[in-house]
């Protein structure tokens, strides 16, 4: 981490806990400090936050993936969350690792990556500080430089590209054994028809910052050229998708904290939920995957997003 990123982040933390230890008051949320310059990193060379709780990985596309349940580090000098859940999203982290040698091997560069290493029992990079770090001044740090990184991350890629794309990679253990791509949109609102999806969702969706749509907004989202559509045309069963274009009443993750807090003006995004088995289970599932994920992605961004990354 560099010097004037580390000195921001202290500021930042001094700044929380004081506000947490005012009477009767509980940690509140306080910015996260703004990005240090892109020229404080290189593509491919990882810098760590605080204790190597966080860790970010400079890339060169326009593709953010962020990974924030998948840590397995639990410091015993920070205490246990006792609010919220606290469920590891198992072997995340080494999925988001293959999709990013995947993106690598297709084009040459590779996305940024953003991993918490911390168990979620200590901190929920997916919700807001409160929740998320229950108070612990470390556990504070470690959301800020969660974030930050992240910021950073789409701040280098909107400046280079004029755009970027945001992936928050999850681990669900719902019954049906199929990934749930979250843009913000709720079960009901992807149950409504396609008419009523291209009059009034766009804007309430995380793919409100694409540019201007040169296909209906319900053909983007579920369509045979959704990333939905293109994963279960290689043989990834997806929802939304053109088989699959509501959950319906079954379980289904239409995307948190992250998803809303980063996908802002040029960037655009989804949480990405993967089912456990042939996905996340083994090495082999994960390569495959992330093989037709980011085949998929890369045509997904060819189709909509039409500009060079």
Not at 6 to 27: H, K, N, T
Not at 274 to 297: M, Q
Request: aromatic share 6%; hydrophobic share 40%.
């Amino acid at each position: 981490m560099t010097r004037r990123f580390r000195s921001a982040l202290g500021w930042c933390v001094a700044l929380l806990v004081l506000a947490g230890c005012r009477e009767g008051a509980g940690p509140v949320a306080v910015p996260p400090p703004p990005p240090p310059p892109p020229s404080a990193f290189t593509p491919g060379v990882p810098v760590f936050g605080q204790r190597d709780f966080i860790e970010y990985v400079p890339g060169a596309l326009a593709v953010v993936i962020s990974v924030p349940h998948g840590g397995l580090v639990a410091p015993q000098d920070i205490p246990n969350r006792t609010v919220g859940t606290t469920v590891t999203d198992n072997n995340t982290i080494e999925l988001a690792r293959a999709i990013s040698a995947a993106l690598v091997a297709r084009t040459g560069r590779a996305p940024h990556l953003v991993v918490t290493h911390l168990r979620r029992t200590k901190l929920d990079a997916n919700r807001e500080i409160v929740e998320a770090a229950a108070g612990n001044a470390q556990a504070m740090q470690a959301w800020t430089e969660f974030h930050a990184y992240v910021d950073t991350a789409k701040a280098i890629a909107v400046a280079r590209h004029g755009f970027a794309v945001y992936v928050d990679v999850h681990g669900h253990g719902h019954p049906i054994a199929r990934l749930e791509l979250g843009y913000l949109l709720s079960a009901s609102t992807l149950g409504q028809d396609d008419n009523t999806l291209n009059a009034g969702s766009l804007a309430s969706s995380s793919l409100r910052g694409l540019p201007p749509l040169h296909r209906p907004f319900a053909e983007i989202l579920r369509g045979p050229t959704s990333l939905g559509g293109l994963l279960a045309a290689r043989g990834v069963s997806a929802v939304p998708s053109p088989t699959m274009p509501s959950p319906g009443s079954d379980p289904y993750f239409n995307g948190g904290y992250n998803t809303q807090r980063h996908t802002v003006g040029a960037v655009v995004g989804l949480q990405l939920e993967a089912h456990f088995a042939g996905v996340r289970d083994t090495e082999a599932s994960r390569l495959a995957f992330a093989d037709a994920f980011a085949e998929s992605l890369h045509r997904w961004i060819e189709e909509h997003v039409r500009r060079s990354w």
